[in-house]
């Protein structure tokens, strides 16, 4: 016969009742699947627009990270959150997302490992030369931080590593974790996207064309489908979804300017790459050559539109350096390279997803930009100059010959001066209460524009890239043959189209903020033995107490008996 008032069974009930409770949470549980962030900056969370794309695919996406094998702190670091972010994706893609690591350097010879790394080099991720300490021995290694995403039969290579060289190696690779989300999710949803969108490339006013353009024709051509507009001929703009203006140099007509006006009332969005002044290093090489500003009949509009490029050049203590000759040797003219100010290099950014954690940008022969009085509108200053920076109003003296001369520190007393603005609101029509282009009806124009955004740069050649003079072939955007180094222009403006075409929001992925938390190497030396003391001798003191403290209980409790 069953006793129901068993302590016994009481105990054996209580015990399958957890086990039914814990079986039922469970089920429950498969039903909703949830994830919980506890860090401070939620650093395991991924956006709600990657979870979207995620859900959203349909083929399976193969990603081939090459970051494995004998790798330092830093870059350990930086592989565990790879692959956090991809566990993170195959959960939320319902395992559509597959991964692995792999090491270059295993591959069966050195005729082989050769072979494969020129591979990686040409599909855009580049070797980086990490030096590190072993045993005390200095130890170089070659590693590829990247990866190669494949998704329906097409793929392409993805650098990881980014960020400002400027910073330290932990802070750069900090500054490439944050960027991880982004980087995966944007080449994805770049390979698995079938709706494109467009761009147009505005010509007619001698703008940029042909191979000053190629570098960037060829990367957005990745992206998007681009095509070119010409004003005067085109009757219906509203069919691209954002049109660039890259380095007119004749005036705009007002027919030309209605038009892109009423674009731009029509929620249409733009990036404006202008030059102010007529300057150039064929110009340069003539003394005594003074700069003036072209007239491209885009003032008004500009400054209806909340901004104003001045009539004006920048000169940098922060600048690239350009070679000149310095004197002659035996009859051979002898080369210097010396800072060239017309040629500031930008590394200060407003905190904006377009400019997040970006390398240095090169801008060359640019004017500084105010802001002017436009209700609705939001200015970000994206691009400014150093803090040791001037302004030379027109005409300008634009001479290699004043590099020989000294430049006094003292004459760059002004500072982060911007050049490039992002424009944001709902914009008033230049076209509004006043004369219209011969054949406009009034009845037509739109005097208020619907939410839209605008970028505007006072430089025309931020877009341009260099041409190898042997070959005539195009170099990367931003490539600075004068010191073989690649600057972030391409990144800069292929974040900024994103952001002027993204409805989506994607690009809000880079805003993502991981603060590194590095322990003060002085105060550990100091406090050493007293945080050993105390993560060695509390523990076990604690144990003492509370064995002592139980005793004591135990002894008085059986005591009564």
Not at 174 to 187: A, D, G, P, R, Y
Not at 407 to 414: L, R
Not at 516 to 523: A, V
Request: no cysteine; charged share 25%.
């Amino acid at each position: 016969m069953v006793n129901w008032k068993s302590k016994e069974l009481g105990d054996y009930l209580w015990f399958a009742n957890g086990i039914v409770l814990v079986v039922l949470l469970n089920l429950v549980a498969s039903y909703y699947f949830f994830r919980v962030d506890l860090t401070e900056e939620q650093r395991y969370s991924i956006k709600p627009q990657t979870r979207e794309i995620l859900n959203s695919l349909e083929d399976e996406v193969y990603i081939e990270v090459f970051l494995e094998g004998e790798l330092n702190a830093g870059f350990r670091r930086f592989q565990k959150s790879i692959k956090e972010t991809l566990e993170e994706f195959r959960i939320y893609s319902g395992n559509k997302v597959n991964y692995i690591f792999t090491n270059p350097a295993t591959a069966n010879g050195q005729k082989a490992q050769a072979e494969y790394m020129n591979d990686l080099a040409s599909r855009g991720i580049q070797p980086t030369n990490v030096i590190d300490t072993k045993d005390g021995q200095r130890v170089e290694k070659i590693i590829f931080p990247g990866a190669i995403v494949s998704v329906g039969g097409m793929e392409s290579g993805l650098m990881l590593l980014k960020g400002s060289t400027a910073k330290t190696s932990d802070e750069r690779i900090n500054q490439s974790i944050e960027n991880i989300e982004f980087e995966l999710i944007n080449t994805i949803y770049t390979l698995a996207n079938t709706n494109r969108k467009r761009i147009g490339l505005v010509t007619g006013h001698g703008e940029l064309e042909g191979a000053a353009i190629a570098s960037f024709n060829k990367d957005i051509r990745e992206v998007y489908d681009v095509y070119k507009v010409d004003l005067a001929s085109s009757t219906d703009l509203k069919k691209n979804d954002a049109l660039i203006i890259a380095k007119p140099r004749m005036a705009f007509s007002p027919t030309d300017k209605f038009k892109l006006d009423q674009y731009i009332m029509q929620g249409g969005r733009v990036m404006f790459l202008l030059d102010r002044m007529d300057a150039s290093m064929d110009s340069a090489a003539v003394d005594n050559y003074f700069a003036v500003p072209y007239d491209l009949n885009l003032d008004d509009q500009l400054f209806k539109y909340g901004v104003r490029i001045n009539p004006d050049l920048i000169q940098d203590q922060s600048a690239a350096p350009y070679p000149i000759v310095t004197g002659e040797t035996g009859g051979k003219p002898q080369m210097q390279l010396i800072d060239w100010p017309f040629f500031p290099l930008i590394n200060h950014y407003a905190e904006h997803p377009i400019t997040r954690n970006l390398d240095a940008v090169i801008v060359k022969f640019a004017s500084s930009i105010d802001t002017v009085k436009a209700p609705g509108i939001k200015k970000i200053p994206l691009l400014l100059t150093s803090n040791y920076t001037r302004t030379i109003t027109a005409p300008v003296n634009v001479s290699v010959n004043e590099l020989r001369k000294n430049v006094k520190a003292e004459d760059f007393s002004k500072s982060a001066i911007p050049v490039g603005y992002l424009l944001e609101g709902s914009f008033s029509s230049l076209f509004k209460n006043r004369f219209l282009p011969e054949g406009v009806d009034q009845a037509t124009v739109i005097g208020e524009s619907k939410h839209t955004k605008l970028i505007v740069v006072a430089d025309g050649d931020i877009i341009r890239n260099e041409v190898n003079p042997r070959s005539r072939l195009p170099q990367p955007l931003g490539f600075y043959p004068f010191t073989n180094y690649t600057f972030a222009n391409r990144e800069l403006l292929m974040n900024a189209l994103a952001y002027l075409t993204e409805d989506n929001g994607l690009i809000q992925a880079r805003s993502k903020q991981i603060k590194i938390r590095p322990l003060d190497r002085e105060k550990v030396k100091e406090e050493r033995l007293k945080w050993q003391v105390i993560n060695l001798g509390v523990p076990i003191l604690l144990l003492i107490v509370f064995g002592v403290i139980r005793a004591y209980w135990r002894k008085n409790k059986f005591a009564r008996f």
